[in-house]
DNA sequence: AAGAATGTTATGTA
DNA sequence: CTACATAACATTCT
């Protein structure tokens, strides 16, 4: 379900809807029990989102590590608190809201040096206004890996799953199994915009549509489901009409359009 | 109803 | 040291 704009989503709705409450964390069940006892009954002081992973400062320092991984979701539950359904892995209760996580491989009270640790392996995160690309471009620009592995690779950019890998370089048609080294600045230049533009996106509306007005001759919040994608799991290009090609890349499917990309 | 999926990490191999 | 493959884990949907 997530990349980098559903955690960014998820950071800030969270925000507005716990803002100004007394924010109690409750138990955490299963393989996360361990923070338990400690978030019990905490205020929530703060909610950030770096990539794909978000941090949950409590009072008296207690950090809660959140990763969806996945499978991770969060429900959020208007007035009273529902009957926990399924394994809930955290609940956060606001004054009129409640939110539960389900499924997340990651959920787990650190410290600030695993934090430091985790922000270290992290590549500019291109929703966060402190982003330096420059950092992307040095790594991209000396390596012979793909640009498909490379794009995913979260220490060098935080962010970008499958989807957008596919979706990005298909828009700057650039094949995902070049070179990193073989982009030209221009053309890093380029794909770091449209990163930028589609994660903005993603997060603006909620999920993600990659394909413009124009192509989908529709507005593109009506476009439907499996049409919303240029390459991303279709059969034939949503620009050209050509062949889409799938293959593994770096343990994911990755998809190419035959005549738009090289 | 097996299998795939908007993910990461640890470990083994070359 | 780099790259790649595999397994493990989380859950829902088709």
Not at 212 to 235: C, F, K, L, N, W
């Amino acid at each position: 379900m997530p990349e980098g704009h559903t955690i960014h989503r998820a950071a800030r709705k969270q925000r507005e809807v716990l803002a100004g409450d007394t924010v109690v964390a409750s138990s955490p069940q299963g393989r996360f029990t361990d923070g338990a006892a400690l978030l019990d009954g905490r205020r929530l002081e703060d909610i950030e989102a770096h990539g794909k992973h978000l941090f949950y400062r409590f009072e008296d320092d207690l950090l809660l590590h959140v990763h969806l991984g996945l499978f991770g979701r969060f429900f959020t539950h208007k007035g009273d608190p529902p009957d926990p359904r399924g394994a809930i892995r955290l609940r956060l209760v606001g004054r009129d809201a409640t939110i539960d996580l389900r499924g997340p491989t990651a959920c787990e009270i650190i410290d600030d040096d695993d934090e430091a640790n985790l922000l270290a392996r992290l590549g500019p995160d291109p929703l966060r206004a402190d982003a330096d690309p420059e950092r992307a471009w040095a790594r991209i620009a000396r390596s012979r890996r793909e640009i498909g592995a490379l794009v995913m690779d979260q220490s060098v950019m935080a962010g970008v799953g499958n989807v957008y890998r596919a979706e990005a370089l298909h828009v700057l048609g650039i094949h995902p199994s070049r070179e990193g080294r073989s982009l030209s600045r221009v053309e890093f230049d380029a794909l770091w915009a449209t990163v930028c533009r589609m994660l903005a996106d993603g997060e603006r509306a909620g999920r993600i549509v990659t394909v413009s007005a124009e192509d989908a001759g529709m507005p593109r919040s009506r476009i439907p489901r499996g049409e919303r994608t240029y390459v991303y799991r279709q059969a034939a290009c949503r620009s050209c009409g050509a062949p889409v090609t799938s293959w593994t890349l770096a343990g994911r499917r990755s998809w190419a359009c035959a005549t738009c990309q090289s």
